[in-house]
């Protein structure tokens, strides 16, 4: 991606086609399972990916050094889990939803941070997580605690697929040391689509799915497209550069706009937002933007950075 360009730009673009997915993908819902949607996009994103990756780092980064184990199991949760549970709860809620309770991904990373190190988190974070918790309970339950039992199903799904992001991000951050962001992405993703594949594949031998039919595809092409190419592909490049020009807390203050889109959209599409949904809404960004100053408070100053090697820059600048 051109260094020309606005730093805040690229990871933008990513939460807005990110925002822009859970309504697509609700539309896609009605005509292909989630196991099979899910396979369609990491099946070519994800060789997008290695294509990428061989393009702007060489061949040699195609291997995995020892780390393919690690690779499949947190990039099938990540991958697999979350995408393929995070559809199946969209048919079953509404993209606003959805959007938000992804979007809680960093407090549930916070909790399994805890879990793992056995460092409990200061209370001002801490205290912020629960607000952004009950953020999205206010949104789930809003007026009619019976209506939010009955639909909440769509709900849960979505939350389990988030918990099962939230491990794939603590697995990236600490599991390949020396790897870029493209490389994790790229090598996690591959790894990952063996799992999606087999689970495919199982589902439709056995019954339990169907393939979608030409009519279905036919029908569903744009969103495909969009949640292939634009949703997978083009915001995950967007949001490696936007991660290597802001960095990784910066960077991750833009995911709030998410559900932003995503309700913005759904708004101009007729859905227009209860005063509970809003409030609830409003408490958990709040939450998230005061969990990610608390967050970055606590951060130490990182070292100087020594100076970029040319094939450093090379790789920045084809980024």
């Known amino acids: 991606m051109s260094a020309k360009l606005p730093s805040f730009l690229p990871p933008l673009i990513t939460v807005l086609l990110w925002g822009g997915m859970f309504p697509v993908a609700a539309g896609v819902m009605k005509h292909i399972d989630p196991v099979h949607v899910t396979a369609i996009r990491f099946g070519f994103a994800g060789l997008g990916f290695l294509v990428l990756l061989a393009a702007v780092e060489g061949r040699s980064a195609l291997r995995y050094e020892g780390r393919f184990g690690v690779a499949f199991l947190y990039g099938s949760l990540g991958f697999a889990g979350f995408n393929i549970l995070g559809y199946a709860g969209l048919r079953h809620t509404t993209p606003q939803h959805a959007s938000l309770i992804v979007a809680i991904v960093p407090g549930l990373t916070v909790l399994g941070r805890w879990r793992l190190t056995r460092v409990r988190p200061s209370n001002r974070l801490l205290g912020f997580v629960v607000l952004a918790f009950a953020g999205v309970a206010l949104v789930v339950v809003g007026d009619d605690p019976a209506a939010a039992l009955h639909g909440g199903a769509g709900d849960l799904l979505v939350l389990f697929g988030a918990t099962m992001w939230a491990r794939y991000t603590l697995s990236s951050g600490q599991d390949y040391p020396g790897w870029s962001p493209l490389r994790i992405t790229a090598l996690t993703t591959a790894a990952a689509t063996i799992t999606i594949l087999v689970v495919t594949v199982v ?18 092409a744009g969103g495909l497209a969009y949640v292939v190419v634009l949703g997978a592909f083009v915001a995950m490049i967007g949001w490696n550069a936007g991660i290597a020009r802001l960095g990784s807390a910066n960077a991750a203050l833009f995911m709030n706009l998410v559900p932003v889109t995503t309700f913005t959209i759904e708004a101009f599409r007729g859905a ?7 409030i609830g809404a409003a408490i958990t960004l709040a939450a998230l933007v005061g969990a990610n100053a608390t967050m970055r ?15 450093a820059r090379s790789a920045a600048e084809a980024a």
């Open 272 to 278: 227009t937002p209860t005063v509970i949904e809003l």
């Open 203 to 220: 589902g439709d031998v056995s019954g339990l799915l169907s393939l979608p039919s030409r009519a279905d595809l036919s029908t569903t």
């Open 297 to 311: 408070a606590a951060a130490p100053a990182p070292a100087p950075a020594p100076a970029p090697t040319t094939a």
